[in-house]
Nanobody
Framework: QVQLVESGGDSVQAGESLQLSCVAS????????MGWYRQTPGNQRELVAH???????QYVDSVEGRFTISRDLAKKTLYLQMNSLKPEDTGVYYC???????????????WGKGTQVTVSL
C-alpha cells in the first residue's frame, strides 16, 4: 500500500519559518502531481501549492512569495518551505500525490493524515 506521511508542523510566532516534509512509501512505480492542501479553522480545504502534471509550481495567491514547494523524486519526498508565517496560515496541512501503484497498477491520488501548523501573534 502507498502511504504519505507529513512532518514538520509546529507552533510558531508570526514571522517565523517552518519546513514541512511529506514522504511517500510503498510500492510506487511513478509519481505525477504532488502538492499541499490546508484545512484552516472554519474554512474548506484549500490548495496551497502543487506541482502540476508538467512539473510547474503553482501557489495560492495568499502564500505567493512566502512559501516554496520543492520535491526530491528520488527520495519520494515533497517539501513546503514556509517563511514569514502569518496567523491566517494556521491549519492542518495535508500532502497528496498522484501515484502509479505497483499493487494496483493504476494511477490513484493518495493523501497523508496531515500535520498541524499554528501561528500566533
Amino acid at each position: 500500500q502507498v502511504q504519505l506521511v507529513e512532518s514538520g508542523g509546529d507552533s510558531v510566532q508570526a514571522g517565523e519559518s517552518l519546513q514541512l516534509s511529506c514522504v511517500a512509501s510503498g510500492s510506487i512505480f511513478g509519481i505525477n502531481v504532488m502538492g499541499w492542501y490546508r484545512q484552516t479553522p472554519g474554512n474548506q480545504r484549500e490548495l496551497v501549492a502543487h506541482f502540476d502534471g508538467g512539473g510547474r509550481r503553482q501557489y495560492v495567491d495568499s502564500v505567493e512569495g512566502r512559501f516554496t514547494i520543492s520535491r526530491d523524486l528520488a527520495k519520494k519526498t515533497l517539501y513546503l518551505q514556509m517563511n514569514s508565517l502569518k496567523p491566517e496560515d494556521t491549519g492542518v496541512y495535508y500532502c497528496y500525490a498522484e501515484v502509479l501503484s505497483g499493487a494496483t497498477s493504476d494511477w490513484r491520488v493518495y493523501w497523508g493524515k496531515g500535520t498541524q501548523v499554528t501561528v500566533s501573534l
